[in-house]
T-cell receptor, first 112, second 114 residues
Framework: LAKTTQPISMDSYEGQEVNITCSHN???????ITWYQQFPSQGPRFIIQ???TKVTNEVASLFIPADRKSSTLSLPRVSLSDTAVYYC?????????????FGAGTRLAVHP | EAQVTQNPRYLITVTGKKLTVTCSQN?????MSWYRQDPGLGLRQIYY???????DKGDVPEGYKVSRKEKRNFPLILESPSPNQTSLYFC?????????????FGDGTRLSIL
């Protein structure tokens, strides 16, 4: 059973860089890693996805080592509005990798 | 506007009274999915559908049914709701389940089963 493990919570201050690591030891060879952000009382929102090495978009970077057993979401210069829960997502082999597994998420609190 | 629409947004009902939560998407997505979210447990997948008439169990399917008769709709059915199904439910859709296709989520349905 594919499973992801993330820290339960993290604290940061405005302007700092935040790195959240997700462990996914059983990720399939051709599976992607996807990260979502969720604010209270809202559905999760896609942030970034990657397969290997490094991916960057306008809001975040995703670092994936060669063995792909973990990934790190990097949020540059966080602000108060980045306070949210962050989830990493991989597929599960029991469903042909169409069955998707969210971790419990990392609750990020950004302080002034 | 591209969106996933769930109805109702809130529902309080009693044990055993059948209910249906509707989900509709206007993006012509093939993949649709239902999740429940409980404190400390994150999002857990209930059922998913790869396409019309193709559905499969997620991690927590017990007590739920789904159907996919049309591409745009994926209702979640609780035939005999129980208090342990009190939760926040999200419907999501994407072009495909795997290959990193980002999922688009609805705004959620908060169910309370008394």
């Amino acid at each position: 059973l594919a499973k992801t493990t993330q820290p339960i919570s993290m604290d940061s201050y405005e302007g700092q860089e935040v790195n959240i690591t997700c462990s996914h030891n059983n990720i399939a060879t051709n599976d992607y890693i996807t990260w979502y952000q969720q604010f209270p009382s809202q559905g999760p929102r896609f942030i970034i996805q990657g397969y290997k090495t490094k991916v960057t978009n306008e809001v975040a970077s995703l670092f994936i080592p060669a063995d792909r057993k973990s990934s790190t979401l990097s949020l540059p210069r966080v602000s108060l509005s980045d306070t949210a829960v962050y989830y990493c997502l991989v597929g599960d082999e029991s469903g042909g990798y169409n069955k998707l597994i969210f971790g419990a998420g990392t609750r990020l609190a950004v302080h002034p | 506007e591209a969106q996933v629409t769930q109805n109702p947004r809130y529902l309080i009902t009693v044990t055993g009274k059948k209910l249906t939560v509707t989900c509709s998407q206007n993006m012509n997505h093939e993949y649709m999915s239902w999740y429940r979210q409980d404190p400390g447990l994150g999002l857990r997948q209930i059922y998913y559908s790869m396409n019309v008439e193709v559905t499969d169990k997620g991690d927590v399917p017990e007590g739920y049914k789904v159907s996919r008769k049309e591409k745009r709709n994926f209702p979640l059915i609780l035939e005999s709701p129980s208090p342990n199904q009190t939760s926040l439910y999200f419907c999501a859709s994407s072009f495909a389940g795997r290959d990193g296709q980002p999922q688009h989520f609805g705004d959620g349905t908060r169910l309370s089963i008394l």
